[in-house]
């Protein structure tokens, strides 16, 4: 990682949110299991600057709702091209590619995660994510990754011994 602080964690949905399990309740509807330890931590990050964006190839009521809940403004879902869901994203929150983390785990996030200054990839992620990430996290997707993610880089910007001594 370099020095370049992250201001915009840009976050894929399955595989990184969630486990990456898709469970069918009906047809046309599916249901996902969030972690709670990412949400605080996303809340965490925000309390901190930190913007936050969803980038996902599918289009699902629970993101949307769970994306409301944490007070993520830039929500793109079913995007069949994550670049250009990336770059719609950067544009509407004012950030270079330099300032950008994103954590991914499947084949349609290594274009994004080739732009970006922090690419990061989840433990449960494939292979050549793996390989194009800086960083990749000990916790699988849907299990706490995303907070990890968020305390290294609260830890790096000096923020994390004053976030322990908060009430979160």
Same mark, same amino acid.
């Given at each position: 990682?370099?020095?370049?602080?992250?201001?915009?964690?840009?976050?894929?949905?399955?595989?990184?949110?969630?486990?990456?399990?898709?469970?069918?309740?009906?047809?046309?509807?599916?249901?996902? *299991?969030?972690?709670?330890?990412?949400?605080?931590?996303?809340?965490?990050?925000?309390?901190?600057?930190?913007?936050?964006?969803?980038?996902?190839?599918?289009?699902?009521?629970?993101?949307?709702?769970?994306? *409301?809940?944490?007070?993520?403004?830039?929500?793109?879902?079913?995007?069949?091209?994550?670049?250009?869901?990336?770059?719609?994203?950067?544009?509407? *929150?004012?950030?270079?590619?330099?300032?950008?983390?994103?954590?991914?785990?499947?084949?349609?996030?290594?274009?994004?995660?080739?732009?970006?200054?922090?690419?990061?990839?989840?433990?449960?992620?494939?292979?050549?994510?793996?390989?194009?990430?800086?960083?990749?996290?000990?916790?699988?997707?849907?299990?706490?990754?995303?907070?990890?993610?968020?305390?290294?880089?609260?830890?790096?910007?000096?923020?994390?011994?004053?976030?322990?001594?908060?009430?979160?």
């Amino acid at each position: 990682m370099d020095t370049t602080p992250v201001e915009l964690l840009i976050l894929d949905v399955d595989g990184v949110l969630t486990d990456g399990c898709v469970i069918p309740v009906s047809d046309s509807l599916s249901t996902k *299991a969030f972690c709670v330890q990412d949400g605080c931590a996303i809340k965490l990050w925000q309390r901190y600057d930190g913007k936050v964006a969803i980038l996902s190839g599918r289009s699902e009521e629970a993101v949307t709702r769970r994306a *409301a809940d944490l007070g993520i403004k830039w929500v793109h879902t079913g995007v069949t091209d994550k670049l250009e869901g990336y770059e719609a994203i950067l544009e509407a *929150a004012g950030c270079g590619d330099a300032v950008v983390g994103y954590i991914g785990d499947d084949l349609p996030d290594l274009k994004p995660m080739s732009r970006c200054g922090f690419p990061i990839a989840v433990a449960n992620a494939v292979p050549d994510v793996k390989r194009v990430a800086w960083y990749v996290t000990r916790r699988g997707g849907g299990y706490g990754a995303v907070a990890e993610v968020v305390e290294l880089l609260l830890r790096k910007q000096k923020c994390w011994s004053r976030t322990r001594l908060e009430e979160v």
